[in-house]
């Protein structure tokens, strides 16, 4: 099974995706953690997207494309990848089933976490004093949550017209988050 995992910043995505992967036997690909890699280990990608991801703009999909494919392309991931993150626009959708075709695979499930501004930059803020991500600014945020409801809410309607989507109350505790994913993958 591939899942996808959508909500807006700091609205759990990493969080739910750590849980299914323990408990279902899947592989994250977290897009953000990816790149945040690259600039930590100062490579040259770092370099060139580290100033895009302080803007809390989108990295070119070009970039996101050699990434994603790397794992798609990797027979251990097969049928076993929860996406966190990607894909963030229509643009990397259309990316997203050219490379599953190419690798004979399929999307089986759409989740998308529903918080609000408020909720998200209270979580936001309270992660920045454990983690210091350097975009975890209250003004990037907003910046973020702003990218993703222009960019990334056309393609959740994108995946609910193929009925594929599930929307889940991401106000509610982990815990209770978690029992209602869990339900819901074993259904599947
Ligand atoms: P990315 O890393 O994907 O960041 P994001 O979408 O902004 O989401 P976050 O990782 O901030 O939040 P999350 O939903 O994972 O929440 P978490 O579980 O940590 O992307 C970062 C940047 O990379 C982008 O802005 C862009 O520049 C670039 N990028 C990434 N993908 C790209 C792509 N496909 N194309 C182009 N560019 C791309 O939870 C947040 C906090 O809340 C944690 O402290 C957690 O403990 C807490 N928490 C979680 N759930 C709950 C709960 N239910 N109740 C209380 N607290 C909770
Ligand atoms: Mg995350």
Not at 24 to 40: A, D, M
Not at 53 to 65: A, C
């Amino acid at each position: 099974m591939n899942l996808i995992i959508f909500g807006p910043p700091g609205a759990g995505k990493g969080t739910q995706a750590d849980f299914i992967v323990d408990k279902f036997n899947l592989y994250q690909l977290s897009t953000g953690e990816v790149l945040r890699n690259e600039i930590k280990n100062k490579t040259e990608l770092g370099k060139e997207i580290s100033s895009i991801i302080n803007s809390g703009s989108l990295v070119s999909d070009d970039i996101v494309k050699k990434l994603v494919e790397n794992y798609i392309s990797n027979n251990k991931y097969k049928n076993r990848l929860i996406f966190d993150g990607y894909p963030r626009n229509l643009n990397q959708v259309q990316t997203l089933n050219e490379l599953l075709t190419k690798y004979a695979q399929k999307i089986d499930l759409v989740l998308k976490l529903s918080v609000s501004l408020e909720t998200i930059t209270k979580r936001i803020l309270e992660r920045k004093t454990i983690e210091k991500r350097s975009d975890d600014s209250e003004e990037l945020a907003v910046k973020r949550y702003k990218t993703y409801e222009k960019s990334t809410e056309p393609v959740i309607e994108y995946y609910k017209k193929l009925n594929l989507l599930k929307v889940i109350d991401g106000e509610r505790t982990i815990d209770q988050i978690n029992k209602e994913i869990s339900d819901i993958i074993t259904l599947i």
